[in-house]
């Protein structure tokens, strides 16, 4: 009988003792909130300061605490900034679909006109906006900074510098081109040349037929060169803005050839 005496007073002492240790673990954790929230809000990091006021300032904390936490809480509310991110494009037109990064870190991923809380300090932001520039700006944000609108104006990206590749088409037709001019030249040339052999010899109007028919040939062959030349000259960039670009052209080994003969001139290009 007396053991059961005993083994009661000792489970109602263990009982009363069990809500007093829970207590005091409770108070020791609302003293380490009020410390940390301070050395927290010397340090600048308001938003994280509130957060460990608030938990000093829960009704399970002792009285002194919860009024003491109260008190330096209020004053965290009040001293947190909060900004408004404003954006527009060229045209001065409100834009919502931007975000600004600031260390990495996302600060608004569209914006919506409300308010963000944000520490005080110097932060270098960067806005974006999907086709437009990016804008970099760096602001210093004070305690007690309410609503404070920070905007900026898009501008257009610039587009990306293409380089185009001129066709092989372009390079063979603009060859045959210069050729045909090249040919022209020299055709017309030895024509003249023969001809003034023949005028100086003296043997008008008896010039061996032979000799009369290569004259003509050659300034036949000049003729046909001309045309030829002229035309390929005046292709050359019609094709060069109606053909689409080619990327792996490679014209560095083209070679242009021309021959004349009695079946008329014959030019051309190689790759």
């Known amino acids: ?7 009661i007073a000792m489970v109602i002492g263990f009982s009363a003792l069990a809500p007093a240790a829970a207590q005091a673990d409770e108070t020791e954790r609302c003293i380490a909130a009020h410390v940390e929230g301070q050395r927290l809000r010397r ?13 000093c300032s829960k009704p399970s904390c002792p009285g002194v605490l919860i009024e003491e936490c109260g008190g330096l809480l209020a004053g965290v509310e009040a001293a947190v900034p909060t900004v ?13 679909d931007a975000r600004v990064v600031a260390g990495g870190r996302i600060l608004a991923s ?3 006109g409300k308010g963000i809380e944000i520490d005080p300090g110097e932060y270098k932001l960067r806005f974006e906006r999907s086709g437009a520039k990016p804008i970099e700006q760096t602001i210093v944000i004070r305690e007690g900074d309410k609503a404070r609108k920070i905007a900026v104006q898009f501008q257009p990206a610039e587009a990306p510098e293409t380089k185009r590749t001129i066709s092989p088409a372009v390079w063979a037709t603009g060859g045959v081109g210069l050729l045909g001019l090249g040919l022209f030249a020299g055709l017309a040339g030895a024509g003249f ?31 046909i060169s001309l045309g030829i030349g002229a035309a390929s000259l005046a292709l050359a960039p019609i094709l060069y803005f109606a053909l689409p670009a080619q990327v792996d052209a490679d014209t560095s080994q083209a ?17």
């Open 1 to 7: 009988m007396r053991i059961l005496r005993g083994s």
């Open 43 to 55: 340090d600048g990091k308001l938003r994280a300061a509130r957060d460990a006021f608030v938990a």
């Open 84 to 96: 408004v991110f404003e954006a527009s494009d060229d045209e001065g037109n409100d834009v919502a």
């Open 110 to 112: 569209r914006f919506d």
């Open 193 to 223: 040349a023969k001809r003034t052999d023949l005028d100086d010899s003296g043997c008008k109007p008896h010039c061996n037929p032979d000799d009369v028919d290569t004259i003509r040939s050659l300034f036949l062959g000049a003729d």
């Open 255 to 271: 070679a242009w050839f021309g021959s004349f003969g009695p079946s008329g001139v014959t030019v051309g290009v190689v790759f």
